[in-house]
């Protein structure tokens, strides 16, 4: 059912939102974003920041936008000259005792108290007391803590009371000693505890792993999806000077909705791993590709494929592999590393999954058959296809049954044995590309940096050799390929890049987003 | 008022009579006085009679905002199918207000009763008293007294026999300033940080535990017995001056007076009688200077503005201050007034719970510009700071302590800016202050310049 809606004018523009809409909220449908530190559309409103005060023709003084619910006929007023005087006095308050050291914090560049006070804040200070100052803390985990630029906007007790339902956060003390302090004996070592460094619109609580990396501006910024578990969490991939120097949680409210796991976050220094294969190989030697997919057409001359494959590969490489197996007979297997499962609480499916591969819902769809043992049945005479596998993890019982090895991955492979073909792939940062999550929402990953060497899409490199198989096709993108798919496929039918935006779509006839 | 002085001729001693009685805190010594025979008579009547009668008397509420009290009871709707709290407010904390300390300390019963009639009116069948931590001693008292209603069967799930179950529960505050604020009273009774919580939700739609809950004070609550027992007619008759205050009310006096000590009058009683008779005047050899007249919250009054004021809700208001809780705190002419201003801001930025930004930075900042100033260290410009903080902290956060921290300096820097500039251009002849001054200010320097808010 949904509420009725309510009319109002914010700032000149008329507003239609459902009863019930805080100001703040309605403010944003009209394009008007009422500053504010201490709401967060992921937690419960606190009030407490005052920030995001605006004036309401015929309230007594000005109201709290993030606690104020929408009412008939308001005017709201965001930029005259009330409000933008009270902003101008929380800015100057929040700043007496801030230590200003912003060319030497790492929120500097995504400051939220930087951003406004270039936008509206004094130009000096009228505070001439020593100012404040205590210790930075560590509050275990991947988090520090420097008060001395905390503005107390509790969203990060907020995060760990109400989402992650594990209060080890408080406000300790009060008045201007206030400072955030961990329960006695207690940090943030719990698994989606380094949220709160997201939700910190200040430089007071920093990601240790992130401390003096990289200034904000310098980082280039990629909508992705995470490939650590099965829930597919919206991410943007940062990265400097071609790697990769932190992951953070993009908005989606279907999948994660502000959040992402640590496990998840700090695991991306794979993504920069430089023993990579970065050369197509034919026999042993470095060759050029042509003769590359020439030596694997014909080891594949008359052989059935073995393929093991990645199941965190995209949707477009688990197509290409079914219509390889489709000419060459055999089938496409893949397993999937087990770990512990993580419920985010405060919200609901959401988890760092047990299946610790983000696309097995897709490889399905695809027809890989999972397994626990991918490398079984390896008949004498097939040809082993390895598709971003790690060399060292094949079993030399599966090398020595098979006729020959084709080698389509990121890793180095110059140690397997029989390797007749190598082709040199990018990873999930370097390509473009489709993932089906656990509930099966379809999600893009957009390319963040360049692949190393010669290293090809996956994508790329399998319609190449689809095609030198005999397929008459003619892909120039991945959205070719999924175009491709979505046609042959029923779940996946409508469904283009462009449809499926950078929040992605449920596949026909799945669960994706119950409940939300 | 009783103890420790006589009672004044003109005093009208309604609450207080028996102050001082120490066998009025026992039940049967309660009940030789009338105790318990309101209670008694609330029971026989519905929960609505009551609150018609609480109406119609004019009773309004004596922990500081004035709101009428029986229209507060009416919000609170009878069978909602959710269970109704009533809180009392004995948190009394508020500088220089201390009556519900004498009342707890010499009349526990009457809280109790209070309490019980409270509860019934408005269908709550749990009542807590938040005291004051520091209040041992009323603790003590109200503790015992609740034991022994309770074993008297006067409360309890069978109260005086009719069937109604009253419980009254006697709860001990921390000692911080904020928890007597009703919100952030009924965080604290949940066993949370007492921070105030935004309105709305109104307590009487989601107060204690979230369900509908009045809140009163212990004064409010007392006088409810005696308008049931002599009629809302009697108590409405009480006023001198607006129609619109009735009843009697203490006032706790104190600072540079010949007798200091809580004194009971009939509303719209002259401050200038009150200040000169009641409590005696001045000591020997002073002139009075200046009065805070409802505890350290509310704007402070010179004594030309004091003596031509009526002491009721409308009267303080139409003299630039608030009755607030009561809380007169006078100042003779041996005072130095931004060196009080100075303390009054220290305390709120002590007792600031610092959620709000205004509040949290506001009150500190103010504290240590006064008292640089105070140290002989102050410049013009701190003034025109000092009054554009003020404003800044006026109005905009989740409860008023903030609005309670930027009043007596506004309307002391109205009223007595001459002595704040005495203080900057170093004038200090021009001061009614000697080297008692000189010396606390060196030591006030030397905390503002080690950066400590002691």
Same mark, same amino acid.
């Given at each position: 059912?949904?509420? !009725?809606?309510?009319?109002?004018?914010?700032?000149?523009?008329?507003?239609?939102?459902?009863?019930?809409?805080?100001?703040?909220?309605?403010?944003?449908?009209?394009?008007?974003?009422?500053?504010?530190?201490?709401?967060?559309?992921?937690?419960?409103?606190?009030?407490?920041?005052?920030?995001?005060?605006?004036?309401?023709?015929?309230?007594?003084?000005?109201?709290?936008?993030?606690?104020?619910?929408? /009412?008939?006929?308001?005017?709201?007023?965001?930029?005259?000259?009330?409000?933008?005087?009270?902003?101008?006095?929380?800015?100057?308050?929040?700043?007496?005792?801030?230590?200003?050291?912003?060319?030497?914090?790492?929120?500097?560049?995504?400051?939220?108290?930087?951003?406004?006070?270039?936008?509206?804040?004094?130009?000096?200070?009228?505070?001439?007391?020593?100012?404040?100052?205590?210790?930075?803390?560590?509050?275990?985990?991947?988090?520090?803590?420097?008060?001395?630029?905390?503005? $107390?906007?509790?969203?990060?007790?907020?995060?760990?009371?109400?989402?992650?339902?594990?209060?080890?956060?408080?406000?300790?003390?009060?008045?201007?000693?206030?400072?955030?302090?961990?329960?006695?004996?207690?940090?943030?070592?719990?698994?989606?505890?380094?949220?709160? @460094?997201?939700?910190?619109?200040?430089?007071?609580?920093?990601?240790?792993?992130?401390?003096?990396?990289?200034?904000?501006?310098?980082?280039?910024?990629?909508?992705?999806?995470?490939?650590?578990?099965?829930?597919?969490?919206?991410?943007?991939?940062?990265?400097?000077?071609?790697?990769?120097?932190?992951?953070?949680?993009?908005?989606?409210?279907?999948?994660?909705?502000?959040?992402?796991?640590?496990?998840?976050?700090?695991?991306?220094?794979?993504?920069?791993?430089?023993?990579?294969?970065?050369?197509?190989?034919?026999?042993?030697?470095?060759?050029?590709?042509?003769?590359?997919?020439?030596?694997?057409?014909?080891?594949?001359?008359? =052989?059935?494929?073995?393929?093991?494959?990645?199941?965190?590969?995209?949707?477009?490489?688990?197509?290409?592999?079914?219509?390889?197996?489709?000419?060459?007979?055999?089938?496409? =297997?893949?397993?999937?590393?087990?770990?512990?499962?993580?419920?985010?609480?405060?919200?609901?499916?959401?988890?760092?999954?047990?299946?610790?591969?983000?696309?097995?819902?897709?490889?399905?769809?695809?027809?890989?058959?999972?397994?626990?043992?991918?490398?079984?049945?390896?008949?004498?005479?097939?040809?082993?296809?390895? @598709?971003?596998?790690?060399?060292?993890?094949?079993?030399?019982?599966?090398?020595?049954?098979?006729?020959? @090895?084709?080698?389509?991955?990121?890793?180095?492979?110059?140690?397997?044995?029989?390797?007749?073909?190598?082709?040199?792939?990018?990873?999930?940062?370097?390509?473009?590309?489709?993932?089906?999550?656990?509930?099966?929402?379809?999600?893009?990953?957009?390319?963040? =940096?360049?692949? !190393?060497?010669?290293?090809?899409?996956?994508?790329?490199?399998?319609?190449? $050799?689809?095609? +030198?198989?005999?397929?008459?096709?003619?892909? /120039?993108?991945?959205?070719?390929?999924?175009?491709?798919?979505?046609?042959?496929?029923? /779940?996946?039918?409508?469904?283009?890049?462009?449809?499926?935006?950078?929040?992605?779509?449920?596949?026909?006839?799945?669960? +994706?987003?119950?409940?939300? | 008022?009783?103890?420790?002085?006589?009672?004044?001729?003109?005093?009208?001693?309604?609450?207080?009579?028996?102050?001082?009685?120490?066998?009025?805190?026992?039940?049967?010594?309660?009940?030789?006085?009338?105790?318990?025979?309101?209670?008694?008579?609330?029971?026989?009547?519905?929960?609505?009679?009551?609150?018609?009668?609480?109406?119609? *008397?004019?009773?309004?509420?004596?922990?500081?905002?004035?709101?009428?009290?029986?229209?507060? #009871?009416?919000?609170?709707?009878?069978?909602?199918?959710?269970?109704?709290?009533?809180?009392?407010?004995?948190?009394?904390?508020?500088?220089?207000?201390?009556?519900?300390?004498?009342?707890?300390? #010499?009349?526990?019963?009457?809280?109790?009763?209070?309490?019980?009639?409270?509860?019934?009116?408005?269908?709550?069948?749990?009542?807590?008293?938040?005291?004051?931590?520091?209040?041992?001693?009323?603790?003590?008292?109200?503790?015992?007294?609740?034991?022994?209603?309770?074993?008297?069967?006067?409360?309890?799930?069978?109260?005086?026999?009719?069937?109604?179950?009253?419980?009254?529960?006697?709860?001990?505050?921390?000692?911080?300033?904020?928890?007597?604020?009703?919100?952030?009273?009924?965080?604290?009774?949940?066993?949370?940080?007492?921070?105030?919580?935004?309105?709305?939700?109104?307590?009487?739609?989601?107060?204690?535990?979230?369900?509908?809950?009045?809140?009163?004070?212990?004064?409010?609550?007392?006088?409810?017995?005696?308008?049931? %027992?002599?009629?809302?007619? #009697?108590?409405?008759?009480?006023?001198?001056?607006?129609?619109?205050?009735?009843?009697?009310?203490?006032?706790?006096?104190?600072?540079?007076?010949?007798?200091?000590?809580?004194?009971?009058?009939?509303?719209?009683?002259?401050?200038?009688?009150?200040?000169?008779?009641?409590?005696?005047?001045?000591?020997?050899?002073?002139?009075?200077?200046?009065?805070?007249?409802?505890?350290?919250?509310?704007?402070?009054?010179?004594?030309?503005?004091?003596?031509?004021?009526? %002491?009721?809700?409308?009267?303080?208001?139409?003299?630039?201050?608030?009755?607030?809780?009561?809380?007169?705190?006078?100042?003779?002419?041996?005072?130095?007034?931004?060196?009080?201003?100075?303390?009054?801001?220290?305390?709120?930025?002590?007792?600031?719970?610092?959620?709000?930004?205004?509040?949290?930075?506001?009150?500190?900042?103010?504290?240590?510009?006064?008292?640089?100033?105070?140290?002989?260290?102050?410049?013009?410009?701190?003034?025109?700071?000092?009054?554009?903080?003020?404003?800044?902290?006026?109005?905009?956060?989740?409860?008023?302590?903030?609005?309670?921290?930027?009043?007596?300096?506004? *309307?002391?820097?109205?009223?007595?800016?001459?002595?704040?500039?005495?203080?900057?251009?170093?004038?200090?002849?021009?001061?009614?202050?000697?080297?008692?001054?000189?010396?606390?200010?060196?030591?006030?320097?030397?905390?503002?310049?080690?950066?400590?808010?002691?």
């Amino acid at each position: 059912m949904t509420a !009725p809606l309510v009319n109002l004018t914010i700032e000149g523009r008329p507003v239609s939102v459902p009863a019930g809409t805080s100001i703040l909220e309605a403010a944003k449908t009209a394009g008007v974003l009422i500053p504010h530190y201490c709401y967060h559309p992921g937690l419960p409103v606190a009030g407490v920041c005052r920030m995001c005060l605006v004036d309401v023709e015929k309230a007594p003084k000005l109201m709290p936008s993030c606690a104020t619910a929408v /009412a008939e006929g308001q005017v709201v007023h965001v930029h005259n000259d009330k409000s933008l005087e009270a902003r101008k006095g929380v800015l100057e308050l929040l700043l007496i005792n801030h230590p200003l050291d912003c060319p030497i914090c790492d929120q500097s560049g995504e400051c939220e108290l930087q951003d406004y006070t270039f936008q509206e804040g004094r130009q000096d200070s009228r505070y001439r007391e020593p100012k404040r100052f205590n210790p930075v803390e560590d509050f275990g985990g991947d988090v520090l803590y420097v008060p001395n630029r905390c503005i $107390l906007c509790t969203r990060c007790v907020r995060f760990m009371d109400d989402v992650h339902k594990d209060a080890v956060l408080a406000v300790g003390e009060r008045g201007d000693r206030a400072v955030i302090t961990t329960a006695p004996d207690a940090g943030l070592t719990q698994p989606w505890a380094s949220n709160v @460094v997201d939700l910190c619109p200040v430089g007071a609580l920093l990601s240790k792993d992130f401390l003096n990396k990289a200034r904000a501006w310098e980082l280039d910024r990629s909508a992705s999806v995470c490939t650590g578990c099965s829930q597919g969490c919206n991410i943007v991939v940062e990265t400097r000077d071609n790697a990769v120097v932190r992951l953070k949680p993009r908005a989606n409210e279907a999948v994660n909705a502000f959040f992402m796991c640590d496990e998840g976050r700090l695991n991306y220094r794979w993504l920069n791993r430089q023993d990579r294969c970065a050369v197509p190989m034919a026999n042993g030697a470095p060759a050029e590709w042509s003769t590359a997919i020439a030596a694997a057409v014909g080891a594949l001359n008359g =052989k059935r494929a073995h393929v093991v494959a990645n199941a965190s590969l995209s949707n477009e490489v688990f197509f290409l592999l079914k219509r390889i197996v489709g000419k060459t007979g055999g089938s496409v =297997k893949f397993d999937v590393p087990q770990g512990a499962e993580a419920a985010l609480p405060g919200v609901e499916d959401l988890a760092l999954r047990a299946d610790r591969v983000a696309n097995a819902t897709g490889a399905e769809a695809f027809g890989a058959a999972r397994t626990e043992q991918p490398y079984a049945g390896v008949s004498a005479g097939d040809v082993l296809v390895l @598709v971003d596998v790690e060399p060292s993890a094949v079993p030399s019982t599966a090398l020595n049954a098979a006729s020959a @090895v084709i080698f389509i991955g990121t890793a180095d492979p110059s140690g397997l044995s029989k390797l007749t073909a190598a082709f040199p792939i990018a990873n999930v940062v370097e390509s473009d590309g489709t993932l089906t999550n656990l509930r099966g929402r379809v999600q893009r990953f957009l390319q963040a =940096k360049a692949a !190393p060497g010669q290293a090809r899409p996956a994508w790329f490199a399998l319609a190449d $050799l689809l095609i +030198a198989l005999g397929e008459k096709a003619d892909y /120039a993108t991945a959205s070719d390929i999924f175009a491709a798919l979505a046609t042959s496929t029923p /779940a996946f039918d409508g469904m283009s890049f462009d449809s499926l935006g950078l929040k992605g779509t449920p596949l026909a006839g799945s669960m +994706a987003g119950a409940g939300r | 008022m009783g103890y420790p002085h006589k009672t004044h001729p003109r005093e009208t001693a309604i609450l207080s009579k028996h102050f001082g009685e120490t066998e009025a805190r026992t039940l049967d010594g309660w009940k030789k006085r009338g105790g318990y025979r309101a209670l008694e008579q609330a029971l026989a009547m519905t929960p609505a009679q009551i609150v018609d009668i609480v109406k119609a *008397s004019g009773l309004r509420g004596r922990g500081g905002a004035g709101f009428p009290t029986g229209m507060k #009871w009416s919000f609170m709707k009878p069978g909602d199918g959710k269970p109704h709290y009533l809180c009392c407010n004995a948190d009394e904390s508020e500088p220089g207000t201390f009556k519900d300390r004498e009342i707890m300390r #010499w009349t526990p019963h009457a809280l109790v009763e209070g309490c019980a009639i409270g509860a019934y009116a408005i269908g709550a069948e749990t009542a807590y008293i938040y005291i004051r931590g520091e209040f041992t001693e009323c603790i003590d008292w109200m503790e015992k007294a609740v034991a022994e209603a309770y074993a008297a069967g006067i409360i309890g799930n069978n109260a005086m026999g009719t069937g109604k179950r009253i419980d009254v529960h006697v709860h001990k505050g921390a000692g911080a300033y904020i928890c007597g604020e009703e919100t952030a009273l009924m965080e604290s009774l949940e066993g949370k940080r007492g921070n105030p919580r935004i309105k709305p939700p109104f307590p009487a739609v989601s107060g204690l535990f979230s369900q509908p809950t009045t809140i009163n004070n212990v004064e409010t609550l007392v006088a409810v017995p005696h308008i049931l %027992m002599n009629g809302p007619e #009697w108590y409405k008759a009480m006023s001198l001056s607006s129609p619109k205050s009735t009843g009697s009310k203490l006032f706790s006096v104190c600072g540079n007076v010949s007798r200091p000590g809580n004194y009971e009058i009939v509303l719209g009683f002259p401050f200038k009688d009150f200040l000169y008779d009641l409590c005696g005047g001045p000591q020997p050899g002073r002139k009075f200077k200046a009065v805070i007249p409802g505890g350290a919250s509310v704007p402070i009054q010179t004594m030309e503005e004091a003596e031509a004021t009526m %002491m009721d809700y409308e009267g303080f208001v139409a003299q630039g201050t608030m009755l607030g809780s009561g809380g007169v705190i006078i100042f003779d002419d041996q005072q130095n007034m931004p060196r009080m201003i100075a303390r009054l801001a220290r305390f709120f930025a002590h007792e600031s719970c610092g959620q709000c930004t205004q509040c949290r930075e506001g009150t500190a900042w103010t504290t240590k510009i006064l008292e640089r100033i105070v140290a002989g260290q102050g410049t013009f410009e701190d003034l025109d700071t000092l009054l554009e903080l003020a404003d800044n902290m006026t109005g905009k956060t989740i409860c008023v302590l903030s609005d309670s921290c930027a009043a007596p300096v506004v *309307s002391g820097l109205q009223k007595f800016r001459h002595e704040f500039e005495a203080l900057i251009t170093g004038k200090r002849s021009s001061m009614s202050t000697g080297a008692k001054l000189t010396a606390q200010s060196s030591q006030l320097s030397a905390a503002a310049s080690t950066g400590l808010s002691v």
